[in-house]
């Protein structure tokens, strides 16, 4: 999945799309952007799941009871030997009724499931027919009785995954509260529970990087829905501007007045600005203040930083 | 929660008690090995608990969509200068809707929770009038119409908190699940559940630790409990003497059918075992091996193990 | 919200839009069968709701073990009295332990906060600035830096306190467990529990009827979204006519290859389907088959049962 | 289930045992109220899920999108001809995103379970070593390494199973917030979960039935454990006798104070109840007053009426 991150923000570091809170378009940002926000959430939840794979874990040997009683006074060295054996780390004490390793491991699971499931949302949502921006390689989801859908299949199966992968991780977090020196029940529902989590998990990973890998980007579209405003989406920018010449609080109250406007008599939001006395710009300067593509910050260095977390980090896991 | 443990731990480093498995007297263990399990799992998620704190936390600031535009050129320089402002790390990106990082701190809370669950159910336990091992302090507890009865008040509420901390914690994990860059409801339930599970799992441990550090523990009652089979408890210590006479298979053949005839005669196990000529021991052998006091196993060495631990750790977290 | 749920029904019975599945485009529905299908699920949770006030509750009298043993021989003529006297069914035993009542509570509760929540969801979705199909009355949803924003707020806070009513429930659930004739922990975790269940499945339900009482729908937009895909939308119902002509295997193979085509090309679907020599339709019939508003089966009937049903029910409660 | 409680709550209407609140021993109650409050919470569940079986679930066809629109004219028609094939009631509307009847069908395997959960429970707890009030039927449970234990397999496996369907009935309660006319996701994870709930709800009933069809009750054990705190378990009947003479507050200082002195001395409450000279009972009056077995109140009969719901429910279902 980082991989396949990584690549999408590197081609895209200087793709222009909208950025949408609440799902309504708010500013511009980049598709790199976009991308190098899941590549980053990744990489963390691939980090945390190596800390329970190298700490996390450790073996476990016992006895009935955590005394290792039936081993005489060979109990510690026994224990030494068979952590060795199974290469674990040997635990402080058997942990029986410790469920914490059990739980962390579920936790770290549905976070990574977590993950999976929001790239996975998001594809769903930008591979919508009225988006468009995305949608899953050539050949997969093609509906039988319904031959125009391009159904994002990949994104669909990682989220109903994921899903299941955070429930059973949930029972894991259950067993934590477990009687004495041997659950009764909660130790025994973790077979099914753990299994299930590492099983949905994976799936969910797996079916996202597949989305992802053959996913063909439609950057015109992007840029045709980013403008789609009018310019209001980067409305943000004009008052930016204003605000050196107006100050902050009529800068701010002739964009929304001529936003208003817009909507009311439906010609561009540019025309409203450009109408209005106190703004005192040429349409040479509304332009520009309007150019999605000149309001983005510092997307392109952000997308840089990522990249170079994933290249320090690509060898490893 | 981890001093009282370990005061117990130290104290009771000796004191043996039936080890239950399924809710059923199995072996011999001590008590001290049952604070000692109880503190390497609160440090364990202490530990956890101060990871997050440390590294898991971060810094944000990233203005609508998380490409800092507004702030122009100053965007990566005014993103470092809050985070040394708010004394907390500087995050690769702006982490809007990558919400990992509160998921993880939920997940920390919830097996914090958890384990403050699992000690106060043990205590609920070994509470309970028919095993009377333990209480909560004097002047705890008290019911205005019962007035025979010690509540474990503290393990209770640690219990009640416990199940409400995990439940906001869930919440947090759902919360993965955010659209685009900036959730349409996850985000705003974060804000109840986040305080929630910070609440409720620090009342957990607060309520556990009121709970342990008064205390009273009854050694005598932990003895007479373990006595109260007549020996079953430690019949495999019997079967490891028997073994290096007659075999493994023999040894637990005569275990077991001693251990049957007893239950249906009414007769000590003791006698039963005796009266079987394979077993060919004393009645001083035979009682040895029947002393549960002598069948601890490693238990004392792994208290010391899990005291050195909270001797290396109790500056720091 | 049933209320508003059937205006909408009413008013937009007619008013073609896309249904979507996997959020891409299938077929022409009505806004107003849309409306009709929260309107139903509404009514099945206000009844399932009502089921449980009405048989659900029972009045809770036992004493401190259910015995009713403190009031000698007038126990039961005592819980009858008491029964009457707090309005409430007399249930066949007290319930200390029998927590099912609480649990069906939070159950119905998390039903309407579920359903409230899939309403919210499909507003946020039509919301969304490039489907533009609907949005929360004016004045509300304004955003102080971002002034084109019209933010769905009453649908988000819906979300998020379905989403946090449906935890709380899931505690009431969990208590079913409890021990004996008083759970240590799980009983008194219900009682932040059931009333956080019952005020925010209130507030999810508020903030759903809110959003929809004043919402602005924009049937011009859900037109010109339905015909985006140059009639591909509708070309499941150009298949039904070709079918009775060429059979159902070589129509649907000509649709497919018309949609392709179109995709590749450029061109509209329309022509591509004339242009197929099997087809030998006319303009006319081609454009007859890919009218949307033709295409709508029995989405007008469907509307009518279900505000029968809303007449027929909505004196009650 | 039904059948095995009434059957144990028939055979111990009149035995005598210690009703335990927050595991403490609290009052005297019989075994038979016990399983009659079992009873009714199985007789609950049962009647919420036969509800949802004939209730709850309806035919579900609607085309693509719930228009039916390919049937053209025949769309009703072919529905109600549909549902009456498949021997369901017809909906008001195609459901394919009204997902609360399988929500509700989740919530009642949830509450079943849970209620098989609190049997298990309560099982597990009279089983303890230090309780023993009841065990699994011969040949269940036994050890190969512990021989002496007799563990509630049953119960176990119950408790489980319980944790397991809740787990998955969660999930279907998710999928209410289900996109526009198909999920992307919510609705592919309810196939798991759907039959992951019924096969373990079905379970963990099941295990139970099975662990207390063939349940060995020991009516000796449960007096012996009543009698354990020497009368303080029905200090509460001595205080209602008191209060005839003495007043309700003095009554309950003289029980309180007797019973903080029997608790010091080691004495029995009952002599230290005859010091008190405000008593001013004969031995045989505190003797009376102290007959857990005199302390019932209307625990048989109450213990009827559940008997007679379930021989009226018994032939239904």
């Known amino acids: 999945v980082a991989g396949a991150c990584a690549g999408l923000a590197q081609e895209h570091r200087s793709t222009p799309m909208a950025a949408r809170t609440l799902l309504q378009q708010a500013l511009p940002t980049t598709f790199g952007l976009k991308a190098a926000g899941w590549l980053v959430a990744v990489l963390d939840a691939r980090a945390r799941l190596s800390t329970v794979r190298r700490d996390g874990l450790a ?7 955590g005394t290792l009683a039936s081993l005489g006074d060979e109990g510690l060295a026994t224990a030494r030997y068979f952590a060795e054996e199974v290469g674990l780390p040997e635990p402080v004490l058997p942990w029986h009724t410790s469920r914490g390793r059990v739980a962390e491991l579920g936790a770290a699971l549905a976070v990574l499931a977590g993950v999976s499931g929001k790239i996975a949302l998001d594809v769903c949502l930008l591979a919508q027919t009225e988006v468009g921006e995305v949608r899953e390689a050539e050949g997969r989801g093609g509906s039988s009785t319904l031959p125009h859908k391009r159904n994002p299949v990949g ?107 817009a909507a009311t008599s439906g010609r561009p939001f540019r025309d409203e600005v450009l109408e209005d ?17 000149a309001y983005l910050g510092s997307a392109e260095a952000l997308v840089g930083r990522a990249l170079e977390r994933w290249t320090a980090e690509r060898g490893g896991a």
């Open 277 to 293: 006395r106190r703004a005192a710009l040429s349409p040479e300067e509304v332009d520009a203040a309007l150019d999605p593509a």
């Open 155 to 261: 994104a669909v199966l990682a989220r109903s995954c994921a899903e299941l992968a955070r429930m059973h991780a949930s029972v894991l977090g259950d067993a934590l509260s477990s009687e004495h020196e041997r659950a009764a029940g909660g130790w025994q529902a973790e077979w099914d529970a753990l299994s299930g989590a590492l099983a949905y998990a994976g799936a969910a990973a797996a079916s996202v990087a597949e989305a992802l890998e053959g996913l063909e980007v439609d950057a015109e579209r992007m840029r045709r829905n980013l403008d789609a405003t009018g310019g209001l989406v980067v409305s943000e920018a004009l008052a930016v501007v204003l605000a050196e010449r107006l100050g902050r609080v009529e800068a701010h109250d002739l964009v929304r007045e001529a936003a208003a406007r």
């Open 59 to 65: 073996a476990q040997l016992g006895g009935a009871a």
